[in-house]
């Protein structure tokens, strides 16, 4: 039986601002894929993200998203969609004045959770995968960098995503952080199934950690690995 894509551009432009920065981008991703788009900076990485979680728009050619249609989604659709990928950013992006539980209910209320019983059992879940099953109740100030990042990676695990977006996840990070944060993506990648994005200027980490590899250049984006 032939897997569907969780991810899937044809012959897609990739708008950064108002310019397109990649023409006729091809590339699939299916459930359990871990896969690298690498590039200089500037040259259309971030904008691929953008444009799978709908924040940039298709500026021609086809592209779907866990089963929604890029170019003719609604705006209301829009957040149905977000619930189904999971984004890591390289600042992390947390919520300074709450604790870690209420940086992770705050996502919950946001997408549609209601019962508090439910949140508190998925929250316990998702800190548990990540090994921060004990600092439920600190600020993120009193994180170190990569305990945030693992907090933030548990945020994006609460909706149990089809992909996760990973965006220069260990950009902040020492080595030895960076490598545990790696690590754990590889772990919820191959536990999971879920499909893993990762955009990364640091080369080195897709031969530690193989996958198929996009590389960005020259106004567009080819699978080199």
Known sequence: MEKTPVISFSHADILGG?????????????PGDMVYIVGKVGSGKTSIIRTITAENPLAGGSGSVCGYDLGSIRKKDIPYLRRKLGVVFQDFQLLMGRTVEDNLSFVLKATGWKDGKEMSRRIEEVLEAVGMETKAHKMPHQLSGGEQQRIAIARALLNEPEVILADEPTGNLDEDTAEGILQ??????????????????????????????????????????
């Open 18 to 30: 108002d310019n397109i920065v990649i023409y006729g981008l091809d590339l699939q991703v299916f």
């Open 184 to 225: 754990l993506l590889k772990k919820i990648n191959g536990e999971k199934n879920t499909a893993v994005v990762m955009v990364t200027h640091n080369r080195s980490i897709c031969t530690r950690y193989p996958g198929r590899v996009f590389e960005t250049a020259d106004e567009s984006c080819k699978e080199i690995a």
